[in-house]
């Protein structure tokens, strides 16, 4: 299963060197502030998922031997766990997000989220596994995108560029996949300071299964390594 490619910002290390990238990530992302450009559309219809995956979310997280050698994981605590979801998404809690309904609903209750990241020591790209509880479908995520391909976000006096594309979802056995590339940039380019990711997603009942690959500058995304990684958490939690 091959996806797309894109460039990535560069996080710090989650692997073998613990939490530096889930810090890294949180310190540039929540720096900035967010505002976003695009067009707020009607909400998707107020689906619920309603099959629940009664196992408990770190336990169904990708473990060391799933991830390729270059990416030793490492399993964040639930409020790193929500802090690296926040630097994926490119907005920092309390940013001005305008139009207001790209801001999305990211997860806030710890036990309602799970999340490892392996790091490249070497390239210091990062492959970060999300499992997030949610009733929502993923139609609602899929369209939020649609319609919020670029964000201009602040916070304080920064504000930083969100630019999002679909992708081909990967084709997983799930209820279903969606697929996106994404740049962060800042008011100050330059190599090494745009954030490149590129991110695979899928839901089986509530849980919703994301798997980012994040670069800085114009580094080529591994998509093979993200690929096995993700179909690897696919697969746990169809087992439940």
Request: charged fraction near 20%.
């Amino acid at each position: 299963m091959n996806v797309p490619e894109a460039p990535g910002p560069r996080p710090r290390r989650f692997g073998r060197g613990g939490l530096a990238g889930c810090a890294a990530l949180g310190l540039l992302l929540t720096a900035c502030g967010q505002t976003v450009s695009g067009h707020p559309g009607a909400e998707s219809p107020q689906v619920t998922v309603a099959r629940h995956i009664a196992s408990e979310l770190t336990s169904m997280l990708p473990t060391a031997g799933q991830f390729p050698d270059e990416y030793p994981p490492t399993v964040l605590s639930a409020s790193d766990a929500i802090g690296a979801d926040a630097d994926l998404r490119g907005i920092p809690s309390g940013a001005a997000v305008d139009p207001v309904g790209c801001a999305g609903s990211p997860p806030s209750d710890p036990a309602r989220i799970a999340a490892t990241v392996g790091t490249d020591e070497d390239t210091r790209a990062s492959i970060t596994v999300e499992l997030i509880r949610t009733t929502d479908p993923l139609a609602r995520l899929r369209a939020q995108l649609q319609r919020c391909g670029t964000v201009h976000a602040q916070h304080g006096p920064v504000t930083n560029t969100i630019v999002t594309q679909p992708d081909p979802p990967a084709p997983v056995d799930a209820d279903d996949s969606l697929a996106w590339r994404r740049t962060v940039s800042g008011q100050r380019g330059g190599p090494g300071l745009t954030r490149s990711m590129r991110a695979l997603a899928a839901q089986i009942g509530d849980v919703r299964i994301i798997a980012t690959y994040l670069t800085f500058g114009a580094d080529k995304p591994d998509m093979t390594a993200l690929d096995q990684v993700f179909t690897a958490a696919v697969q746990d939690v169809r087992k439940g």
